[in-house]
C-alpha cells in the first residue's frame, strides 16, 4: 500500500501516520540532527531527522540540502512536545530539484534588490502570508457581492475614453480606428447594466499613468466597481461599510497564522468590525487638518499627507463626503442644498492608511451632463452611450470603486502597496 502524500496544512489530520509531503527547503539546521522547515505552498513544518530513525542515504542527503531545494520527505507524523504543532519524523528523503547559490539569503535585502527578484521573493514568509490574505480578499469580495444580489457585469480593459481624466491614460493604436486606452475604471460601463439588472459590480485591473512615487500608489491596481439603481449617497456609504467589515471580519477569521507571521496587530482591525465608521464632511475635515497642523485651504484636494495626518488621528476608518465639485469627476451629482459640492464620498483607513474607497452619487439629468461634457471640453461624441442611460429610464444611481492594493496594505499595515500584488507595476519598475 502506497504511502499519502499530504499537504502541510492537514497534517494535524494525520497524527501518527506515516506521510510522503512534496515541497521546498525554506532552512536546514545541521547538528547530529537535522532540521528542515519544508513548505509546500500551504503551510510550514518542521522536519526532523536523525542517525537513528532515517535511512543512511537520507540522513546525508539532508546534511547538505541547500535553501530551496525541492524534496519528497516521508515519515511519521508527530506533536511538537513544546508548541503542540504538527512534525514529521523522517525516515526518508528524495532530492526532485537541486537549488545552488539561491539569492535571496536569510541576511538583510535591499527593497531594490527583491524587487529586481520579485520571482523569488514571492517565496519567503511573508510575501506567502500577504499574499494569502490578498487571495481570500478577493474571494470575500466575489462572495459579498455575489451574495447581496449583484449581477457581475465585467467591463472592457480596452476602452475609446477617459473615466477619471485624460492626463493620466495609458493609451495603444487600435487598427485603423485611433487610439485606445487601458480602462482607468470600470464606472461607465457599469452604470448602462443597471436598467437591465439594478445591481452590477465589476472586478478587475485598472490602470492609471500617474507619475506617482508615493507608497500608495501602483501604476496597474484592481478595483471592484459595484453601481445601484434607484441609490443615493447614503447607501453607498452603507454599503461600502458593510464590504469593509465582511473582508475584514473574512481576514480575522481564516488567516490567523498569515496575520501572526505579518505581527500585525489585531486590535485596530477588531476595533473596525465593533464601531459605526465615522463620518465628516470634507469642510469639517479641512478645519480637522488646519487643527492637526496641515496647512490645507478649503477647495484643495486631500494628498497623501492630509489623510495620514487626519488618519493618525482616528481610531475607526473615516467616511469624508461632499466634496468641492471643482476636482470630482464630471458624472458626480451636485449636492442640491450646496451646488458647489458634489455629492461624493471617500472612506479613508485608520492608523495612518489613506483612501480606500472612492464613489458617490452619479448625475442622473441629461442636461447637467451635457453642461459638464461641454464645461470639462470632452467629446460628446465619445459618450452618446454614456449619456442613452439618462434618455431612456434615468433613475438615481450611486457606487464606488474599492482599491484592492490599498485594502490589502492596511489588512496586513504594510508600509507600502509594492508588497500587495504578486508583480506590482509602478514607475519606472517594469520587471519581470
Known sequence: MSTPIVEIRHLKQHAGETVTLRGWVRNVRTSKMRFIELRDGSGFVQCVVSANDAEPESYELAGRLTQEAAITATGIVQTHPKTGAPELLVKSLTLVGESVDYPITPKEHGTAFLMENRHLWLRSKRQWAILRIRHTLVKAIRDFFDEDGFTLLDSPILTPSACEGTSTLFGTPYFDEGMAFLSQSGQLYQEPGLAAFGKTYCFGPTFRAEKSK??????????????????????????????????????????????????????????????????????????KLKELGSDINWGEDFGNDDETILMNAMDRPLWVHRFPKAFKAFYMEPDPIDPKLALGA?????????????????????????????HEQLDRKDYEWYLDVRKYGSVPHAGFGLGLERAVAWICKLPHVRETAPYPRMLGTLKP
Not at 351 to 373: F, P, W
Open 214 to 287: 508615493t507608497r500608495r500608489h501602483l501604476t496597474e491596481f484592481w478595483m471592484v466597481e459595484p453601481e445601484m439603481a434607484f441609490a443615493h449617497l447614503e447607501d453607498v456609504m452603507v454599503l461600502g461599510e458593510r464590504l469593509t467589515k465582511f473582508m475584514v471580519q473574512r481576514v480575522l477569521e481564516g488567516r490567523q497564522e498569515e496575520l501572526k507571521i505579518l505581527e500585525r496587530d489585531l486590535a485596530p482591525l477588531e476595533q473596525a468590525l465593533n464601531v459605526t465608521f465615522a463620518r465628516m464632511t470634507y469642510t469639517d475635515a479641512v478645519e
Open 346 to 374: 471617500d472612506l479613508l483607513a485608520p492608523e495612518g492608511y489613506g483612501e480606500v474607497i472612492g464613489g458617490g452619487e452619479r448625475a442622473s439629468s441629461l442636461q447637467y451632463l451635457l453642461d459638464q461634457i461641454e
